[in-house]
């Protein structure tokens, strides 16, 4: 079947490079290949009849916050030494406790009866629009409010301090 | 195999997992970020799975509109926290930085 075979590359698109982005010590390539999730997080929207929500993911995600993440890497650079070092004493309760929350969700998703029946796709756009404009209209303005917030507050914190004592080599990093 | 709703749903558990270990493994801030964005897609995921099997409307993928919204928000100001903790303290490992100001 071709939806079950979509569904399959997508949801190997999605997983194969979220398993890379958190187990590869380099971050600028944890950095691309949370690209390749992102693109498979879109399919699989697509794939569920959501199309805005999938342009909207591909626009914010891999267009804005991607390049802001790999901006930031390529403005911080780390020093060589420990960048590959990598505790055992944070890295097996991490993974102990990751794997318990995985049973757990399994379990219950496995267990309960979901029952559900998938709906005919359809355009979903103008429908949002109107949504947006009569029912959601308290929570679109503050949004947009705490849009503007979140912008005045990063550029509050990303500004130049007062030089308290000197540190020439990092004034040339903040210049955007 | 009929594609249905719980195979979403263990897409979205196991990309939320992952999230979580690489919040909880990661020394770079920006690679704890990364692991938030694998959460927040993952509650995405879910949202728009719901929204399509069970709920039959629209309201799901507006919750999933607003999250992405608040993600990028989420993002903005991270990162610019990451910048100027790197430069006040010339490091990005979230274990080393220990004091709240210089």
């Not at chain 1, 757990?104 to 404009?133: F, R």
Request: hydrophobic share 60%; charged share 10%.
């Amino acid at each position: 079947m071709t939806a079950d075979l979509t569904f399959i590359l997508l949801a190997l698109l999605t997983i194969v490079p979220a398993i890379w982005v958190v187990f590869s010590p380099n971050i600028v390539h944890a950095g691309f290949a949370l690209l390749f999730t992102l693109l498979g997080a879109a399919g699989l929207y697509a794939f569920m009849g959501a199309d805005f929500i999938a342009v909207t993911q591909l626009m914010v995600y891999v267009g804005g916050v991607l390049v802001l993440v790999l901006f930031t890497v390529m403005m911080t650079r780390v020093p060589h030494g420990e960048k590959r070092r990598r505790g055992l004493d944070r890295f097996v309760p991490a993974a102990v406790f990751a794997a318990l929350t995985f049973a757990v969700l399994y379990k219950v998703v496995t267990a309960v009866e979901w029952g559900g029946v998938a709906q005919m796709a359809q355009p979903t756009v103008a429908v949002i629009g109107t949504n947006l404009m009569t029912n959601y209209i308290f929570p679109f303005e503050y949004v947009s409010l705490v849009l503007l917030a979140a912008m005045i507050g990063a550029a509050i914190l990303i500004r130049e301090s007062k030089p308290r004592d000197a540190q020439p080599e990092d004034e040339s990093e903040v210049q955007s | 195999m009929n594609v249905g709703l719980p195979h979403f749903l263990t897409i979205s558990a196991a990309l939320f997992c992952l999230g979580l270990f690489a919040v909880m493994s990661r020394r770079n801030a920006v690679g704890i970020l990364m692991g938030v964005e694998l959460m927040l897609n993952a509650a995405n995921i879910n949202f728009v799975a719901f929204s399509h099997y069970v709920e039959h409307g629209i309201n799901g993928q507006m919750m999933a509109a607003f999250v992405i919204v608040l993600a990028a928000a989420e993002a903005a100001v991270a990162l610019a926290i990451v910048l100027a903790m790197y430069r006040n303290f010339g490091t990005v490992h979230a274990d080393t930085v220990q004091s709240l100001k210089r």
